[in-house]
């Protein structure tokens, strides 16, 4: 069994930076893959960033390429997401989740946090 906890989410206005935080206990966290997803209300949860277990490969969605930025830390069972330039439409629910498979489809992340609320004031 892994808990997965996220923090860091919060109010912030367009422009404006967060970070988010996300531990994960129980097993060896350097064997799971992470991932960062969000939610807004209406609609299905979507893939943001990932990374692999070494830390040495990451991968976003389009719409947060350039602003966004995953990584990890092994020794502290934690990986984060650095968002700068939140926009509107950023804001969501974003859930941590460990995965074993390399892959952007949340049906291959198989432990999630409850998820942390981001909100983007224009």
């Known amino acids: ?22 531990v994960a206990s129980g097993r060896t966290f350097s064997m799971y893959h992470m991932g960062w997803f969000r939610q807004a209300p209406g609609k299905e949860r979507e893939f943001v960033a990932r990374i692999s277990r070494s830390g040495g490969t990451t991968n976003y969605a389009d719409s947060v390429k350039g602003r966004f930025a995953i990584s990890r830390d092994n020794a502290k069972s934690t990986v984060y997401l650095q968002m700068n330039s939140l926009k509107p439409e950023d804001t969501a629910v974003y859930y941590c989740a460990t995965g074993t498979a ?10 999630w946090g409850q998820g942390t609320q981001v909100t983007v004031s224009s």
């Open 102 to 111: 390399w892959s952007t489809n949340i049906h291959e992340y198989g432990y």
């Open 1 to 22: 069994q892994v808990q997965v906890v996220e923090s860091g989410g919060g109010l912030v206005q367009a422009g404006g930076s967060l970070r988010l935080s996300c």
